[in-house]
């Protein structure tokens, strides 16, 4: 045994008794075991088990709960091997909590939130262990014999960091020097023995030479990861043995390697097995993956990466890190839940089921692949055999085809190894481990890792010190060493219980406290057994106090051991005093307190305190003496020399630790000396002091008088003990009780210091304030914090310069701790925290996690000076304030503001319905917004019946007499077949309106509106279908389609709840065929964000069913929501659908044409802007679109080549000739050519021309199709080119100069050019007129239209107008999409003009003949669009009224289905997302409008031959929600709020929110300001920027006697409130005012205010008819603590108007008369300041000449008897009367000292024969004020008048 390993507590070791209070039996259920896992205290304060019992689990509250009384149970299809609580780290930072179940080959997590995870492990488990935020798993090995173990040269320990993430391995690293040894854990003889949480470590054994080792558990960084990846080699290939080998695995490591770290037996190095190294060249992985995980709800898990793990993955992509591949499973959730119809699941391989080396059967080993193989699903095999790779399966086996590397995330880093384990082992060898590991603290707070070994019946103790960072922790070489068998940390005392030989003990490190006795007479009859048949086996199962014994018949008794300290007050004392002893002398005093304690004490605060008063004095060697009526306090002549411990309080924090660093301890221990010598005695003096900072500290907490007072009682007999007459005032002014009593304390010896400096901390402020220099304060961290914070608050306050050394006004005493560096981080952040004194305090204290409840603890006058800061930050308010700060000033709206937009899930749209009704329109939004946006009119509703599409349309037709039935049920169905054409086209508009407007519900279908093609005919309304007249088969399939589209951009962006189990429940039907409404489902899920939760197993089930427009929705809605991305993985599901993209070779797909014409749309926006070379020429030969010999482009053909130069323009987006991919295409020369015409070989290639064959349907000949492929070569130039301004472009694109070119090329030609010459030049666009007149050539503008002039040349007039009306067009939308979603007005009026120029047009027969009326029908919807695009999000109602115009028409010549989805999608653009959403003007945003109104629109539902329909909703990824809604922070009511918008150009105006606001990127801020409201600024950084986009919402806060503006529009206040206000403006206080309880009420709507209103002002009439006083004080300051937005100073108000009243009944609070002069002295020191206080001067001075007044009226009645004052105060100052005979008396006394600032005796020094010119001389020295004077002189009876005349 070491020395000091084990100490005697004292000569005779003194013992407790412990009596059971619980016992528990063995517990079998079904034949077996019932097993306690663990146990943990739960949060009801009782205790909750983990059982095992087979293959259940059981958990349990309380201890020893009945079977029947199980709470739940956990059972599954194989035994459990074990169970334990554990916990995950979320995404966002929350906790996980889980029972974790363990079984032989797989964990099953239960989560507190009821979910259920299954997860495989594919190798067989020894045991699992619970860590920081994860798992650790200890693979189960294979053993040969008995006491050999045979390694297989693969990792044994693994970690798991969250439910659905990957087992890694887990990479341990020693640092020798300046390098790191990173590796693997491959040694067999190693075994983890525990883990450790908090220091995050873990402790290995090595079987083989009994050592054992700490590790230190952290996330593993870059260098963390070996750079070469480990397999198993045969012995006899000796080309791959030394190829790459580390030296860390050499088998001859050098000497400085541990054994542990490549040593001989290290477990980095396999002891019959050669390692080798391959480096992979390639880390190839392909499309589909199987998903790591599945969620029970489908919800898939996404990369759960910290940007050290990024690091490691773009290390890896560069070579520089290789590592094993990652496991792919497919894990199923769900307790007993089978796999659902359509999955596949997966078996995978065990490593545990391969034998080691040598060993046969390795050929036969299989992996499985989970999916067939198909050209949709290429055939693949990932498991846990390809991340170990053995070449005894496959002698080339590399890491090429392991699929993605499986990161390790954790690593473990040596600190320790046991430096020679065979000098304590027993004599079997030495190799058993440790049987128990855990983790203690002694009452000195020292830290051990205590190691039980039962064989050797001891316990090693190693110490370790741990850093904050835990980057540096050390573990003590000394080791200590106990003599146990068993031992059990008891972590609520500090302590552990250790049995030895039959009996226990507990203990306190290596320190013996006593030993422990059962009582076994109690137990005995209890059992009904005999005391020779028991015995004590085992200690388990602590749980706070509690604690199980194992008895040998295998019962468990529960006993139960007390804290030392059950009340605050000794826990404080305590902490307090183990700060400034030395260790082995506080942990002597804990020892012997908690003796006494067992014994004695009760947890109730009296009987606490009393004990360890008894136990302090006798300590300190101070006895109590019967009381006799005199003063018996007695002085010990043997003085003794003690150590100077008030230099602790006195000295600097240099000299404090010197001074503790050289206390020298005797050669005997403290606790080895006689009983008869008090130990604490030389530390009197530290004792005391300590004490009184304690004291200091309770007076700083209202809700700690009792503990005050108690404690304030022994400091005042202590003082009277050792004659400390200024300690002795101070605890009299604050208990005036105490001169009553006598205390008979005496002390063995004298202190060292005959009298101490008083040190109080109103003392210390009063100084600071008069600044005057004071002396550092003693402080001690980590117990003394409020006056710590005080400290640093009111230095801030009063020192009066910004740069302040806390060190000049603190002073550590005792030990440093990690509290007193924080404290002083805190105090140095703040000091650059804000631009004034009362912002950096306010900071301060809401750092320190100070409320404005907790403000309320502090005395009022001591917080005064805060509330003050409080009142000043309230009204200015900084706008970079954490959410802690504002809610400390009150500022409730922007604390929410704040954490609404940090939080981005707080935006919560309305609920979609679960039930959908008959006439569900499907635009249910949210109304109250609606309200607020539109107030004066219908506007809204007036929309709804715009796009309602799911009633019956009525067909209001009368009959001719003439007419036969059938002919008018004919001529009915034709007008319903008209109506229906506007019905079928509502659906891609009422997306657009409901866009992002509702939320679902998670466990229920998605209500979709139907699409009502059915008439009624009034006045039956009688049904009418289409029964009598023919309309094609497909007419409703797309319709359908956008109606599915328009349901799935309903659902808001980004939430959550929409995993893929959502949709896959929205997904299931009967015929498990996807119908084109859930096909146009998906896209609109797509289209807003919400397909990439789709795991990739379901979208290989979706795409595998082959239907058109599933796949087709598919494509595109992934597409968009990684638009930009270039995700490879999808990237090769798109070429797939893409036949020119195919192989060579290939076999034919099949493909369907609108298939392969998204799929080339969706590589472009997948590939936008990326300037990809290879797309960007396969989308230039799709363009043209030559007809082949089997049918290929025979068909829409005109789609197929817009897609494709969409697409193009897409890659190239911007990139124009800037991009050195695309340098030497010359893509400009080749798009011209597909203008302009010319020979497809120039393009295609003659030899491809060749291999492709002719067509037999289409003859096209050698030359381009101009007409196929122009109008998509015009669009790609013109978005390759956008912004780029190149000027060889923009003059090939300009427009022919003559009439005779001009009248050659198409006129539809003439408008796409000239948008995509205004789009390349796009900033010469600008929104006048002068702008499109310059666009028009001046010949077209001279003979356009001109019918009565003929031309003498000829010109024909057709192509002028017909070229006019298009270069309009073609420019009004270049204007649309230059100011979409900017709502600016000269555009607006712009395009107004030119509307009702078409219009004009339209109805003028000449001009409509001449042109044709499908002409100028197209140029006028794409003006609307353009309107309604600048418009967007505005329901401008100009616009409005031009849309219901144009929808009203039903003629079937006008009117088409494009038609009315142009005009209705102008529509949605104006009402877009409720008009809460704009668009964009970004590149992208610019690509996508312009596919999206695409000014050629179809003909008729089924038509998409220019155009694909599905393209008409990608103008969703143009959109933004740019809305701002304010919320009144009191109800959450949303509200209209005046507000001025800052933006970055300097420019500020005027907007009434909510709004729709500009781009995000031109504001700079956002500020609410208005008389009605809080002022408050808001920072539109770039954080608040994507957060608004989500929430959207900001919260306000209402002025008092102000409401709404919905409440009361036109802004007249209550005369009520008008006359509050002028009395506000000529009064400081409404002290005299009296105002009715009703107006308080109608001030504020606060729930507080209505109850102070309610419960204090209560009117109570007298016989007079007339309110009591105090009432009317109670209404005048309640009303001006509304007025003024100070209810914080309600209970000043309170205090000070009953400390009067309790003043008049005699008993007031000396206490409150404290506080009422501290802040009296603060006020006067504001005032001088000239700084405003929150409360008034003159209202303080009024109450003190109140008090005076009281107290002087008091000297008649009950100080009468004493002859008034004057007998008591000579008695105070002079001694020379009898003291107070009652408290009465005392407390009346102490008020007179307050309230006429008289100082104590010692500073005054006079005796009865001072005369008059001392007095005088006296209080000038002082600074007494004049009614301290007199009433001294009026106690020596002295003439008053003559010092009146002098003052």
């Known amino acids: 045994m070491s020395n000091g390993s084990h100490k005697a507590a004292a000569v005779q070791m003194a013992s407790i008794s412990l009596t059971p209070f619980k016992f528990e039996t063995p517990r079998r259920k079904n034949s077996e075991n019932e097993n306690c896992c663990c146990l943990r205290p739960s949060s009801a304060g009782t205790a909750e088990g983990l059982y095992v019992c087979g293959n259940k689990v059981i958990l349990r509250k309380g201890i020893c709960s009945a079977y029947e009384h199980d709470n739940k149970t956990f059972t599954s299809e194989v035994p459990v091997k074990q169970a334990f609580w554990c916990s995950f780290r979320e995404q966002d930072g929350r906790l996980l909590e889980c029972v974790c179940v363990v079984h032989v080959e797989s964990l099953t997590l239960h989560s507190d939130k009821g979910h259920s995870y299954h997860i495989p492990v594919p190798f067989k488990v020894r045991k699992v262990w619970p860590i920081s935020g994860g798992l650790l798993i200890e693979r189960s090995i294979v053993q040969l014999l008995d006491t050999i173990v045979q390694g297989d040269g693969l990792p044994l320990v693994f970690t798991l960091t969250h439910p659905l993430e990957d087992i890694c391995p887990l990479t341990a690293s020693q640092r020798i020097g300046n390098r790191s040894n990173v590796n693997y854990l491959y040694e067999p003889h190693m075994s983890i023995l525990a883990t450790f949480d908090d220091p995050s470590m873990v402790m290995s054994h090595d079987m083989a030479s009994g050592a054992h080792s700490v590790w230190i558990l952290r996330r593993a960084a870059v260098e963390d990861i070996p750079t070469q990846v480990p397999v198993v080699a045969k012995e006899k290939d000796r080309s791959y043995l030394y190829k790459g080998t580390p030296k860390i695995m050499s088998t001859s490591a050098p000497e400085k390697y541990p054994p542990f770290m490549g040593g001989a037996r290290s477990p980095f190095a396999t002891p019959t097995q050669r390692l080798v190294f391959k480096t992979p060249d390639v880390l190839s992985s392909g499309f589909p993956r199987l998903p790591k995980s599945v969620h029970s709800k489908g919800g898939q898990r996404s990369g759960r990466f910290t940007e050290e793990q990024h690091s490691l993955r773009s290390h890896l992509l560069e070579g520089k890190v290789k590592i094993r591949s990652r496991l792919e499973s497919d894990v199923r959730i769900g307790s007993g839940q089978t796999p659902m119809k359509g999955r596949f699941t997966t078996r995978l391989p065990h490593i545990a089921d391969v034998p080691p080396a040598g060993v046969s059967g390795l050929r036969n080993a299989k992996s499985y692949s989970p999916l067939p193989s198909s050209p949709l699903c290429p055939h693949y095999s990932r498991s846990w055999s390809t991340i170990f790779c053995d070449p005894l399966l496959n002698d080339d086996c590399t890491l090429e085809s392991m699929g993605e590397p499986l990161l390790p995330e954790m690593c473990v880093e040596l600190v320790w190894v046991e430096s020679d384990p ?89 320190s013996k406290l006593c030993e422990v006795d059962l009582d076994w007479t109690r137990i005995v009859e209890m059992l009904h057994l005999k005391r020779e048949d028991l015995d004590i086996v085992d200690v388990v199962h602590n749980v706070q106090g509690d604690f199980s014994v194992v008895l040998s018949n295998g019962y468990h008794m529960w006993c139960s051991l007390p804290p030392p300290a059950s009340t605050p007050l000794m826990q404080l004392c305590l902490k307090a005093l183990r700060s400034v002893l030395e260790d082995e002398v506080f942990q002597e005093a804990v020892f012997d307190l908690y003796k006494k304690k067992v014994e004695y004490a009760e947890d109730t605060l009296e009987e606490e305190w009393r004990l360890f008063r008894s136990w302090l004095l006798a300590c300190l060697g101070i006895r109590s003496l019967e009381t006799g009526g005199t003063d018996v306090t007695r002085w010990s002549h043997d003085l003794v020399q003690s150590v100077p411990a008030l230099a602790l309080f006195q000295s600097s924090n240099e000299d404090i630790l010197n001074r503790l660093s050289s206390f020298k301890r005797s050669p005997t221990s403290v606790s080895q000396q006689p009983e008869c010598l008090p130990y604490l005695q030389k530390y009197t003096t530290t004792v005391f002091l300590t004490l009184h900072l304690i004291y200091e500290e309770l007076k700083l907490n209202v809700t700690n008088q009792k503990e005050t007072d108690i404690l304030g009682t022994l400091l005042y007999q202590l003082a009277h003990c050792f004659g400390w007459r200024e300690y002795l005032d101070v605890y009299f002014r604050d208990i005036p009780s105490l001169c009553l009593q006598q205390p008979a304390l005496q002390a063995s010896v004298a202190p060292l210091v005959p009298e101490l400096r008083v040190l109080t901390f109103m003392e210390w402020t009063q100084r600071m304030m008069e600044g005057e220099e004071v002396e550092p304060f003693p402080v001690l961290f980590g117990v003394t914090n409020r006056l710590i914070y005080l400290l640093q608050s009111y230095a801030i306050l009063f020192a009066g310069h910004n740069d302040i050394d806390m060190s000049r006004f603190t002073r550590r005493c005792g030990r440093s701790s990690s509290f007193e560096e924080e404290a002083n981080k805190i105090f140095l952040d703040v000091q650059t925290a804000g631009s004034s004194q009362e912002e950096r305090v306010v900071v301060l204290l809401a750092k320190v996690g100070m409320t404005q409840s907790l403000l309320q603890t502090i005395p009022f006058g001591v917080c005064l000076p805060l509330w003050n800061c409080v009142s000043y930050c309230q009204h200015s308010p900084s706008s970079t304030w954490s959410p802690n700060i504002c809610q400390l000033v009150g500022r409730e709206d922007i604390a929410k503001s704040l954490t609404s937009i940090s939080n981005s899930d707080s935006y919560k749209p309305p609920l979609v319905s679960e039930h959908q009704d008959e006439g569900d329109d499907g635009m249910g939004m949210d ?78 279908q998605f209500p979709i509106p139907k699409l009502d093609v059915t008439g009624r005919a009034p006045p039956k309304n009688t049904t009418i279908n289409f029964e009598h007249i023919t309309v094609p088969d497909n007419m409703m399939l797309w319709a359908q389609f956008n109606n599915g589209v328009a349901a799935g951009l309903r659902i808001t962006p980004n939430l959550s709840k929409v995993d893929s189990s ?56 992934i597409a968009a929501s990684k638009c930009g991305s270039g995700d490879m993985h999808f990237h090769s599901v798109v070429t797939l659908h893409i036949s020119s993209l195919l192989p060579t070779g290939s076999a034919d797909m099949d493909i369907p044409h609108s298939v392969e014409i998204a799929a080339i749309l969706s590589a472009g926006i997948l590939h936008m802007e990326s300037a990809n070379r290879h797309l960007t020429e396969s989308m230039l030969k799709e363009i043209a679109c030559v007809p082949g010999p089997q049918l290929e482009y025979s068909v829409d053909r005109e789609s197929h080549a817009l897609a494709a130069g969409l697409s193009l323009g ?64 015009i669009l790609a130039l013109g978005l390759a080119y956008l912004k780029t301004h190149d000027r060889d472009v923009s003059l090939k694109l300009s427009l022919p100069s003559t009439c005779k070119s001009l009248s050659l090329v198409r006129p539809d030609f003439l408008l796409f050019k000239i948008l995509s010459y205004n789009l390349i030049n796009w900033n010469d666009i600008y929104p006048e007129k002068g702008f499109i007149n310059q666009q028009i050539p001046e010949f077209v503008q001279k003979w356009s239209f001109k019918f009565n002039q003929v031309s003498s040349s000829k010109v024909d007039i057709e192509a002028m107008s017909q070229a006019e009306v298009n270069i309009v067009a073609g420019a009004c939308l270049a204007i649309g999409l230059r100011y979409a979603g900017t709502a600016d007005r000269k555009a607006y009026r712009t395009l107004m003009d030119y509307m009702r120029y078409y219009l004009l047009k339209m109805d003028d027969p000449n001009s409509s003949n001449l042109v044709g009326r499908v002409a100028l029908e197209k140029c006028m919807n794409l003006t609307l669009l353009s309107a309604s695009m600048v418009m967007n999000g505005t329901g401008d109602l100009e616009v409005f009224r031009y849309v219901r115009h144009l929808g009203r028409r039903k003629s079937l010549g006008e009117v088409t289905y494009g038609n009315h989805m142009a005009i209705h999608m102008a529509l949605g653009f104006l009402f877009l997302g409720g008009c809460q959403y704009s668009l964009e003007n970004t590149n992208k945003a610019v690509a996508v409008l312009l596919t999206a109104v695409y000014p050629t629109f179809p003909l008729e539902s089924s038509d998409n031959r220019y155009h694909l329909q599905a393209f008409r909703h990608l103008y969703v990824m143009a959109a933004e929600r740019r809305f701002l809604l304010p919320r009144n922070v009191e109800n959450g009511k949303a509200c209209s709020v005046p507000a001025v918008l800052h933006m970055k150009d300097g420019s500020s105006f005027q907007i009434s929110l909510p709004t729709i606001l500009p781009s995000w990127e031109t504001i700079e801020k956002v500020e609410v300001k208005g008389e009605r409201y809080w002022e408050f600024v808001l920072n539109v950084t770039e954080d608040i920027q994507r957060s608004l986009q989500t929430s959207g919402s900001v919260f306000v806060k209402e002025r008092v006697g102000s409401s709404s503006y919905e409440d009361d529009p036109s802004g007249q206040r209550s005369s009520l409130t008008q006359a509050l206000f002028s009395s506000y403006r000529d009064h400081d206080s409404f002290y005299t005012l009296g105002q009715s309880i009703v107006n308080v009420k109608e001030l504020s709507k606060s729930s507080l205010v209505h109850t102070y209103a309610t419960y204090l002002c209560s009117p109570v009439i007298r016989s007079t008819g007339r309110e009591l006083p105090w009432q009317q004080f109670y209404n005048s300051v309640l009303t001006e603590c509304v007025l003024k937005e100070k209810m914080y100073l309600l209970p000043s108000y309170i205090k000070i108007e009953q400390l009067v009243r309790d003043l008049q009944m005699g008993q007031p609070s000396i206490f409150e008369v404290q506080q009422f002069m501290s802040a009296l002295a603060f006020v006067k020191w504001f005032a001088k300041k000239e700084i405003e206080c929150v409360l008034s001067e003159k209202f303080l001075s009024t109450q003190e000449i109140r008090l005076l007044c009281v107290l002087e009226g008091s000297e008649n009645g009950y100080l009468q008897e004493r002859g008034g004052f004057r007998d008591l105060l000579r008695w105070y100052l002079f001694g020379s009367e009898t003291p107070p005979s009652n408290t009465t008396q005392a407390i009346l006394l102490v008020c007179l000292l307050q309230l006429n600032h008289i100082p104590p005796p010692h500073l005054l020094n006079l005796t009865l024969k001072s005369s008059f010119e001392d007095i005088l001389t006296k209080g000038v020295l002082v600074g007494l004020p004049q009614s301290c004077c007199l009433k001294i002189l009026d106690s020596l009876n002295i003439d008053i008048q003559d010092f009146s005349a002098i003052v």
């Not at 896209?1083 to 197993?1097: A, I």
């Open 1062 to 1117: 959502w949709i896959l429940l929205n997904l299931e039907k009967e015929d498990q065929q996807v119908s084109s409404t859930m096909a146009g489902f998906l896209m609109g899920l797509g289209l807003n964000g919400h397909l990439k939760h789709l795991s990739e197993m379901e979208l290989c089930n979706l795409l595998s069913q082959r239907n058109e427009l599933c796949t087709l929705s598919l494509l595109i809605g």
């Open 927 to 1004: 109304e109250e917004v609606l309200k607020l946006i539109f107030k004066e009119d219908l506007r809204i509703a007036e929309v709804r019946n715009c796009l309602q599409s799911s009633k019956p349309v009525t067909i209001d037709l009368k009959q001719k007499p003439e007419v036969s039935d059938h002919d008018f049920l004919e001529d009915q169905e034709e007008v319903l077949l008209l109506a229906t054409q506007r019905t079928m086209a509502l659906p891609v508009a009422r997306g657009m309106f409901t866009l992002g407007s509702v939320q679902p519900l998670p466990v229920a």
């Open 1210 to 1273: 897409m890659i190239c987006l911007g990139a124009g000739g800037k991009s050195i991919h695309l340098s030497d295409m010359n893509l400009m020369q080749k798009l011209f050519v597909y203008i302009e015409g010319g020979s497809k070989a120039s393009i295609l290639g003659s030899s491809s021309l060749k291999n492709r064959g002719a067509s037999h349907v289409i003859l096209e000949g050698d030359q381009i199709n101009v007409n196929v492929s122009g109008i998509p070569a």
């Open 422 to 510: 065979s000098l304590d082992s027993s004599s079997t060898g030495g190799t058993s481990g440790a049987n128990k590991v855990f983790i203690t603290t002694d009452v000195n707070q020292r830290n051990y890792i205590c190691v039980v070994m039962e064989t050797d019946s001891k316990i090693k103790l190693l110490e370790f010190f741990k850093a904050p960072d835990l980057k540096d922790l050390t573990i003590s070489e000394n080791v200590l060493v106990v003599p146990a068998e068993k031992a059990l940390p008891i972590r609520a005392l500090d302590m552990m219980l250790v049995k030895y030989k039959s009996s226990l003990s507990l203990y306190s490190g290596a």
